[in-house]
């Protein structure tokens, strides 16, 4: 029989080992595995149809489409804040870098309903592009609270810290030398960049896409107060899932998240792959 | 690249030298270009909310803000909260530590199988988190009718916001402790066993002290996330006022009774432990970067 464990002086194995697994399974493996179940027992055919009736499906697509989109607008800016931060120096920097860790900080629901007291026709922002604002004037007011728009402004402060903090630690490790290699044959500054170290940050950048994405999915406190709930329009598909709750319908609730969690598991997979394959061909990703 | 790249030789009586732009960095235009488009993104972004937050709680004056933790549903909010972190954050301190113990200090198989299982949490939506209590527990769940028969209450009740805080704070504090204890190794407590002391004396001497700092750190966020969490505990809690309301929950229904200052004001507490959070994260990874995790080390 192969050996499990390797023979160690230290004393502890069993009974951590034993204590991680009972948790672990109690919080857990069990409460994950009844959702698996009662999945399950739904069957693939009423579970697509579930998926399918429209005002799931308007959810998932808006949940899914805004998500991916303030990823994107993340990683764009993610890139630029994590590239600032950790190769220039200017006053503040210390200050700006410990402020990226703010949406971890704020608790979902402060930062939801202060977003929504910005953004809303009277607020700060908002009245910028409310009716009788230069904005409207020029451009006919914009709504930003209670639309999808709301929606968007908040996945983009919750998803920030995830690009950011995937990116630093791989731009300190950069190696300089590569960019002065790339100058000494020639290279101006722009072609470094894009062709010499932004290929080298694309795994990170990848990482803290899929990673914003996927909280940006399954967020529920900082959108509900800026979303407006508007079925078919602004409900998020978290929301969806609490409504059927309280409606007792645990297979409609069961099968939104399903879907979730298909698409949680299908991230982490990526992850997973890219970090491998840049290790593989870097050698020393993280 | 032709002469430009080339450092024009300065000779004497002649004009100064001309700066030609660098190629191993970006032109000064650039630079405050970039510096601008980051800071005026986390400025507007980020530092915007935190600061609305409390200018919407002082909205009404000093007198207005305190007014608003005289309500009595507000003060059993924070009761409960306290209560909660206190059950759910010593559970996954003594979970964090027993599992770095486990991972760090043996080899066996199934290893990083394990550590992923350990971070799961981290990628459920919290939500779906609180969903799964109230499958196994509800009215309607698994061992709901069982419950029920046996007057046993867990969800729209203490018990079932504790095992949803426990959910999602759940990796905060083993994924701090494991990789630093990987990194130190087992010499340490070999030589501690050699010299005659118990596996306890061991782990409480030697191990403990090497990872208090990694120890603070995780219990901080553990417990930061533990008294701000909302998406979970709103599933399982049934907002039933003064009774299952955590403040995140309290601050939803402040608001949503247009109740605004004081929502805010409460909301306001919340943001002052998220801060000192932050400000004591920071402190520590500034002070002793070098004994917490690797990849706080920036």
Known sequence: MPQFRTPSAIPGFGLTYGFVWLYLSIIILIPLGAVVLWAASLGPAKLVAILTRPDTFSALRLSFGLSLLAAGVNAVFGLIVAWVLTRYSFPGRRFFDAAVDLPFALPTAVAGIALTAIYAQNGWVGSLFAPGSLWASVFGPLKIAYTPLGIFVALVFIGLPFVVRTLQPVLVDLDKELEEASATLGARRPTTLFKVILPTLAPALLTGFALAFARAVGEYGSVIFIAGNIPGVSEIAPLLIITRLEQFDYGGATAIATAMLALSFVILLLVNFTEAWSRKRLGHVR | MSADTLAVAPSAGTVAPVRLPSPVTESPVAKAVLIALAVGFLAFFLLLPLAAVFVEAFRK???????SFEDP????AV??????ALIAVPLNIVFGLAASWAIAKFEFKGKSFLLSLIDLPFSVSPVVSGMCYVLLFGANGVLGPWLAKHDLQIIFALPGLVLATIFVTFPFVARELIPLMQEQGTSEEEAALSLGAGGFRTFWSVTLPNVRWALLYGVLLCNARAMGEFGAVSVVSGHLRGLTNTIPLQVEILYND?????AFA???????????????????????????SAAHRH
């Open chain 2, 61 to 67: 004056g000093v007198g207005a803000y305190l007014e």
């Open chain 2, 79 to 84: 009761w409960l909260t306290v209560v909660v």
């Open chain 2, 73 to 76: 549903d507000t003060l059993s």
């Open chain 2, 258 to 262: 247009y109740n605004f200052v004081a």
């Open chain 2, 266 to 292: 409460v909301a306001s507490v919340l943001a002052g432990l998220g801060l000192v959070t932050l400000a004591i994260k920071t402190g520590l990874e500034w002070r002793y970067g070098d004994q917490i």
